[in-house]
């Protein structure tokens, strides 16, 4: 059974730090591309970060510079730390993990940046 389980989201005012990770299980997870998606009120889900083993990680326009992703192939977990968060950056996060056509998501972990 496929399991992704996010933790680390809560509340923080702008300019704040917060870090959320993602733990994997029933998948082989070294094989598998792992990224953070989120979505606000409203919106379409949209990518924020991802990484391949061994690959460069690959952000979206507004998560360069303030965030960064990272993995652990030994620990089967994949990080998002971000810096420097802005009230648009409130969204759910999902943890998300791709291995060719097969697709899984997280529950998804609220984050709310305040002004």
């Known amino acids: 059974q496929v399991q992704l389980v996010e933790s680390g989201g809560g509340f923080v005012q702008a300019g704040g730090s917060l870090r959320l990770s993602c733990a994997a299980s029933?998948?082989?997870?070294?094989?598998?591309?792992m990224g953070w998606y989120r979505q606000a009120p409203g919106k379409q889900r949209e990518l924020v970060a991802a990484?391949?083993?061994?690959?460069?990680?690959n952000y979206a326009d507004s998560a360069k510079a303030r965030f960064t992703i990272s993995r652990d192939n030994a620990k089967n977990t994949v990080d998002l730390q971000m810096n420097n968060l802005k009230p648009e950056d409130t969204a759910v996060y999902y943890c998300?993990?791709?291995?060719?056509?097969?697709?899984?998501w997280g529950q998804g972990t609220q984050v709310t940046v305040s002004s």
């Open positions: 998300n993990s791709r291995m060719g056509n097969y697709i899984r």
């Open positions: 029933g998948i082989i997870f070294r094989l598998n591309v």
């Open positions: 990484v391949a083993s061994g690959g460069s990680p």
